[in-house]
């Protein structure tokens, strides 16, 4: 899906890292969640609340998920899931375009 219909957007960004990685919130009619962001190169570490869909749009990037011990390398495009109330690191490479979805159950 390159485009989403008859949703929200929140006009405030959500900001990390000094403002190296930032999103927006977009919100469907349905209630549920999405945010659409850039990361800038850097080494990060996040936690979530609830099952998260990580589509990565454009970039390059390593992934070490929960309970992993190897990096899942993303170049270009790809995804990963990462459970709720866990962490997750990331290293990012290049500039990397990316879209979160927030699953909760």
């Not at 390059?60 to 866990?86: C, M, R, S, Y």
């Amino acid at each position: 899906m390159s485009q989403f219909e008859n949703v929200t957007v929140v006009k405030k960004a959500n900001v990390y890292f000094d403002g190296k990685v930032t999103s927006r919130a977009v919100v469907f009619a349905d209630g549920t969640k999405k945010t659409l962001g850039i990361m800038l190169p850097g080494d990060y570490e996040f936690g979530t609340d609830c099952l998260e869909i990580m589509e990565i749009l454009a970039g390059d990037l390593k992934v070490l998920l929960p309970g992993e011990t190897e990096w899942l390398h993303i170049q270009g495009e790809g995804e990963f899931n990462v459970p709720a109330n866990t962490k997750f690191k990331l290293q990012v490479a290049e500039v990397t375009d990316y879209c979160c979805s927030y699953i909760y159950e």
